[in-house]
């Protein structure tokens, strides 16, 4: 991973680029510098044209007053555990070929806070740090050790409807970083879910993420009071202090690359370049065709 080769810089460093708004406060590095200004969220707001208000609470809760919340007994866990005794993922890096639905206890549930089904609804838990990099621009390390398997942050922003997505898309010049995130869940019967957002204006720290063909996080759906899925980030693997955060902008894990990877052309413009280092690197960030199509026309009677 390309970083500057200072020392990261204390966590208690007075600015905090979450504004007090995570459990811990997040560094910047070098010292006196900082990323232009955003509005910082720590979850999703509604956006234009979202179908769904993310902070309403649409799921109903779980009855498990004087057992704990176990599968077969628990109206959140469907068919198995997802977190283990010690509040990891309990499948992650390469056995984990497909993200399965994760549906956390939420706030009508009637077990305790301390359920080990609340995982990601307690925030951000480890001190991080947005430090510039040579050639990505800024970027998102850790500060400490993370074990594998552990919730790292979420990338929250803007819930957006599609025409917007692509109004914004079509706004961008090819200097403009592009921050939408396209989550396409398959459920029953072909059916494909998708949701889109946006941290570019509102948004958290998951927004400095870089892209790797090799990462060392894994992005996984999870909801808790809402079908607006929180887009959680996972530790792959044990990740050392110091190291860069990073994931597959494509959604896959482990550089599983198709024909969509091929190096083509973006409207006569060559694909961005990748600068991750991997050894497995493609050469080019991941592409998504979908998001670049031409805007839709409203249906004139």
Not at 37 to 50: E, I, K, R, S
Not at 83 to 100: I, P, Q, R, V
Not at 215 to 244: C, H, Q, T
Request: hydrophobic share 30%.
């Amino acid at each position: 991973m390309a970083a500057c080769e200072e020392e990261p810089e204390s966590p208690t460093d007075h600015l905090d680029v979450a504004r007090g708004q995570e459990n811990v406060p997040v560094s910047v590095w070098p010292p006196g510098a900082g990323p232009e200004p955003f509005q910082y969220t720590p979850d999703h707001v509604v956006g234009p044209g979202a179908d769904t208000d993310p902070s309403q609470i649409t799921f109903p809760g779980c009855i498990c007053v004087k057992a704990p919340c176990f599968p077969g007994t628990c109206s959140c866990l469907r068919h198995e555990d997802t977190y283990d005794d010690n509040l990891c993922l309990k499948h992650t890096g390469s056995e984990a070929e497909y993200a399965k639905p994760v549906f956390e206890c939420n706030v009508l549930c009637q077990c305790a806070d301390h359920c080990r089904n609340r995982v990601v609804q307690r925030g951000l838990q480890f001190y991080l740090q947005v430090f510039k990099t040579d050639k990505k621009g800024w970027g998102l390390r850790t500060l400490e050790l993370i074990p594998k398997g552990k919730f790292v942050c979420e990338y929250a922003g803007e819930v957006l409807g599609f025409s917007e997505v692509q109004r914004r898309i079509s706004l961008q010049t090819k200097h403009d970083s592009n921050y939408i995130i396209a989550i396409r869940e398959h459920i029953y019967n072909g059916q494909i879910m998708e949701t889109f957002v946006d941290p570019t204006y509102i948004g958290n720290i998951g927004r400095f993420l870089n892209h790797s063909c090799e990462p060392n996080l894994l992005m996984i759906p999870v909801r808790v009071d809402s079908m607006v899925p929180k887009l959680a980030l996972f530790a792959a693997k044990d990740i050392l202090p110091g190291e860069e955060l990073s994931y597959d902008y494509s959604g896959r894990f482990l550089n599983l690359a198709d024909s969509e990877d091929i190096e083509r052309p973006d409207n006569g413009k060559l694909r961005k370049p990748c600068y991750c280092g991997a050894k497995l690197c493609t050469g080019f960030l991941p592409y998504d065709s979908s998001l670049y199509c031409p805007l839709e026309k409203p249906n004139i009677n």
